[in-house]
């Protein structure tokens, strides 16, 4: 299985800081990269898909870039909807994996 | 608008088989572009794909390893559905059990998630 390691596993940021989430992949997945935000008793949401591709109706502070084995999801000016925690999935080969999370606090 | 509605018990005994079934508003499951997933979480596991069904002139299965001996997903077209089916599960089967749809591998719609609690 292809391993996503990500970081830091907790992030602690005042509104309007940028914000940099890194995801490792344990073999090279091209692009094959989703990001989701999910928050406390909720379904994960997909924001990005194709390690760059901005889900049709996500804020447009939220980008991502990477290929290979290394992805980051940025966000330019955080805001108080985006506490939440943040995973990184691969699907270049199966079984599609997740990695373990990164928790988005209040400072 | 896609709209997953999950529905089956919260609560399975060992070694019982656990039944959820997923409903879907605003697509087919016999579509040519989508895929039909099941995804859990739990603390200790963390997000888990199980597997997933899907159309392409006929219907194909893809399961992870760590589940293929136990697992069944079906799909209903008279109702337009699917089910997951585990058997023999154990308490590590306590997940937040979640439908997903895909569409080449993200997952761009879920359903609202059920816990399932396997106890005696």
């Known amino acids: 299985d292809i391993q996503m390691t990500q970081s830091p596993s907790t992030l602690s940021a005042s509104v309007g800081d940028r914000v940099t989430i890194t995801c490792r992949a344990s073999q090279s997945i091209s692009r094959w990269l989703a990001w989701y935000q999910q928050k406390p008793g909720k379904a994960p949401k997909l924001l990005i898909y194709k390690a760059s591709t901005l889900e049709s109706g996500v804020p447009s502070r939220f980008s991502g870039s990477g290929s290979g084995t290394e992805f980051t999801l940025t966000i330019s000016s955080l805001q108080p909807d985006d506490f939440a925690t943040y995973y990184c999935q691969q699907y270049d080969s199966f079984p599609w994996t997740f990695g373990q999370g990164t928790k988005v606090e209040i400072k | ?120």
């Open chain 2, 1 to 120: 608008q896609v709209q997953l509605q999950q529905s089956g018990p919260g609560l399975v005994k060992p070694s019982q088989i656990l039944s959820l079934t997923c409903v879907i508003f605003g697509d087919s499951v016999s579509s040519n572009n989508a895929a039909w997933n099941w995804i859990r979480q739990s603390p200790s596991r963390g997000l888990e794909w199980l597997g997933r069904t899907y159309y392409r002139s006929k219907w194909y299965n893809d399961y992870a390893i760590s589940v293929k001996s136990r697992i069944n997903i079906n799909p209903d077209t008279s109702k337009n559905q699917f089910s997951l089916q585990l058997n023999s599960v154990t308490p590590e089967d306590t997940a937040v059990y979640f439908c997903v749809r895909d569409l080449g591998g993200s997952f761009d719609y879920w359903g609202q998630g059920t816990l399932v609690t396997v106890s005696s």
